[in-house]
C-alpha cells in the first residue's frame, strides 16, 4: 500500500479569530475548546481521578502558599499569539483586577499543572513542547494513573532541558517559592 504524502500546510488560527469565531457562534461558548499552536483542540473529558486530584493539589496550594500567588483552575491562559491553552491549574502573579484586562501571560506565570488520566501523552509531548516554546518555567504533569509527577524545567525553544519523575512518595518544591514542599501523595486520588 502506498502511503500519499500531505504536503497541504494548515491554516493557524489566532488568539484574536479564536475568539471571534465564539463571538458569532462558530465556536458554542460550552464546547471544551482551547487553542494550541494555532489549532482548536477538542478537550478531552474529565474523569473522577482528574477532578480530584485538580481539587486536591488547588486546596494544597491555596493553603501553603496563603495569598502569596494567585490560583486558578481550567482558565485560560495566552501564551502568544496563536495559543490560549486552559491548563488545569495555574500558579500567578496576583493582579488586582483579576486579570479583566487580560488573561495570564507567561511573564505573569509561576507554575503550570496538568493533571492527567486519558491526556498524558499530549500534555507529555505537544503541551510541553508549546510551553517550553513560551519560557513557562516550571511545568508539571501529575499522572493520576501511574501516581507519579512529571517535572518540567529550564525552558528553550526546543523543549525542557530538566525533566525529571517523581513517585507518590516523594514531595516537590516550586522554583518560584522554594521554601513550599508539596506531596506528591497528597495531590493524588486517595488509593483505594
Not at 108 to 128: F, N, W
Request: proline residues 6%.
Amino acid at each position: 500500500m502506498q502511503t500519499i504524502k500531505n504536503t497541504q500546510k494548515l491554516r493557524l488560527w489566532t488568539v484574536k479569530e479564536y475568539h471571534y469565531l465564539t463571538k458569532i457562534g462558530v465556536l458554542h461558548p460550552t464546547e471544551k475548546l482551547e487553542l494550541l499552536e494555532g489549532q482548536i483542540i477538542r478537550m478531552a473529558a474529565k474523569g473522577t481521578s482528574h477532578t480530584v486530584a485538580t481539587r486536591r493539589t488547588t486546596k494544597l496550594l491555596e493553603n501553603l502558599l496563603n495569598n502569596q500567588a494567585a490560583i486558578y483552575t481550567q482558565d485560560p491562559i495566552t501564551l502568544n499569539d496563536y495559543s490560549e491553552p486552559e491548563p488545569d491549574i495555574i500558579v500567578v502573579i496576583p493582579d488586582s483586577l483579576d486579570y479583566f484586562e487580560h488573561h495570564p501571560n507567561p511573564s505573569d506565570i509561576h507554575l503550570i499543572i496538568e493533571v492527567a488520566d486519558s491526556s498524558l501523552d499530549y500534555d507529555l509531548t505537544v503541551k510541553s513542547q508549546a510551553y517550553a516554546k513560551s519560557s513557562i518555567i516550571d511545568y508539571w504533569v501529575l499522572d493520576v494513573n501511574n501516581r507519579r509527577l512529571n517535572i518540567f524545567r529550564e525552558p528553550t525553544s526546543e523543549g525542557y532541558t530538566n525533566c525529571f519523575i517523581l513517585k507518590e512518595e516523594e514531595e516537590i518544591n516550586l522554583l518560584k517559592f522554594p521554601q513550599i514542599s508539596l506531596s506528591i501523595q497528597a495531590m493524588l486520588p486517595p488509593k483505594i
